[in-house]
């Protein structure tokens, strides 16, 4: 696995989120994920996808930065900062959030096992 093809998915998942594009998600998150949501819930693909089809997500404006990226074998962990703004269940969101997430590799792409984020002050 090479730094520029999770560089790429990064770039794809977080288009993705902000265009709502359940597809594209659908094909980027592993069915068996499990994210750390920062009020502590861990929720599932299936929750995470029901969030954007039912419109409860939405984002504004979404931007990325200070990512680190480790490749280890047929995984690799990218801590990044997305700064967000938008609002799920019609609750504001709008802060710098730091994120943790496990890709794998798996056929001939990548997708996210695993993930965790927390409101940065």
Known sequence: MKTETVVNAEIEL??????????????????????????????TK?????????GKMKIDSLEASDQIINIMGHVAVV????????????????GAFRYIRVWKQSDDSLKVIAGSCLALH
């Open 14 to 43: 977080l288009s993705a989120i902000k265009n709502a594009d359940v597809t594209a998600l659908e094909k980027l998150l592993h069915d068996d994920l499990l994210f750390n949501l920062p009020d502590g819930n861990t929720i």
């Open 46 to 54: 299936e929750f995470d996808l029901n969030s954007y089809r039912s």
């Open 79 to 94: 801590a990044v900062t997305v700064f967000l703004k938008g609002a799920f269940d019609n609750n504001p969101i709008n």
